[in-house]
């Protein structure tokens, strides 16, 4: 899974893999909305709020390990 991220040095956007996300608590948003905490394979920690289609894309994509 990657994410967007705007880098002005691409003029635009570059891609970047996410290598861990969480899901943080928000009582605020929208029905179906979720935010959650990414972790990028560049070192950088992001908070996002993703509609139920991206959510959906980004949990679909991992392996449940207990």
């Known amino acids: 899974m990657f994410a967007e991220i705007k ?25 179906g909305d979720r935010r959650y905490r990414l972790t990028l394979a560049n070192s950088r920690v992001t908070e996002v709020v993703l509609n139920k289609v991206e959510w959906e894309k980004l949990e679909a994509d991992s392996v449940r390990v207990l």
């Open 7 to 31: 880098d002005s040095s691409y003029f635009g956007y570059k891609k970047v893999a996410i290598v861990e996300f969480e899901r943080v608590k928000d009582e605020q948003l929208i029905y």
